[in-house]
């Protein structure tokens, strides 16, 4: 299974884009780039999720760069609501297993 | 509203006592899943369902199982608690088994003594 780094940590300011990074440089050809967040202990929830081509919906935008090596989430305007756990996941095991790293750790400020 | 719900919220029990913690959703979703998370450790998959009567094991399953009779409901139990089953527990619901739009339900805080 292709395995993630995430930053444990990152701040942003509210209102401004917040842009986290991730790498998966064993990502391979046929698996997806899924972006899950944690709001304090609630259930993850679904962000968004690619493979090749950038993905953008109502929550968020999905930069995978062209090697498919590494991707970014993009929160255009973040609130402090957004203030999570950030897991990027490349799809692992057959079962639809998602394997959740340590995530990083967002923090929107006033 | 399209949901997954989880009960109890909070549970304190204690060692060797039997319980069910339970997972209902009402999307007609057919792969379901239970995790567990620990500090340090994350979310980790205990068990998973593909569909009514289809269960396998994830990487966490001991101590634990499951049953999938209907397609809407997906208990975890645990037949004889240990402390180390002190956790966070997350019941999963999808259409898929992709990794894509998976709905969580609010959590299961389980406490054993």
């Known amino acids: 299974d292709a395995k993630t780094t995430q930053p444990p940590s990152m701040d942003c300011a509210e209102g401004r884009a917040a842009n986290l990074p991730c790498n998966h440089s064993t990502i391979s050809g046929n698996e997806y780039v899924y972006w899950y967040r944690q709001i304090h202990s609630q259930g993850p929830q679904y962000i968004i999720h690619?493979?090749?081509n950038n993905e953008t919906n109502e929550m968020a935008s999905l930069i995978i760069t062209e090697d498919r090596k590494s991707s970014t989430l993009i929160l255009p305007h973040a609130t402090l609501r957004d203030t999570a756990v950030y897991y990027c996941i490349v799809r692992g095991g057959s079962q639809g297993n998602l394997i959740f790293g340590k995530g990083t750790k967002l923090s929107v400020k006033p | 509203e399209a949901q997954v719900t989880q009960n109890p919220r909070y549970l304190i029990t204690v060692t060797g006592k039997k319980l069910t913690v339970t997972c209902s959703q009402n999307?007609?979703?057919?792969?379901m899943s239970w995790y567990r998370q620990d500090p340090g450790l994350g979310l980790r998959q205990i068990y998973y369902?593909?569909?009514?009567?289809?269960?396998d094991k994830g990487d966490v399953p001991e101590g634990y199982k499951v049953s999938r009779k209907e397609k809407r409901n997906f208990p975890l139990i645990l037949e004889s608690p240990s402390p180390n089953q002190t956790s966070l527990y997350f019941c999963?619901?999808?259409?898929?088994?992709?990794?894509?739009?998976?709905?969580f339900g609010s959590g299961t805080r389980l406490t054993v003594v």
């Open positions: 369902s593909m569909n009514v009567e289809v269960t």
């Open positions: 690619g493979l090749k």
């Open positions: 999963a619901s999808s259409n898929n088994r992709v990794g894509y739009g998976y709905t």
């Open positions: 999307m007609n979703h057919e792969y």
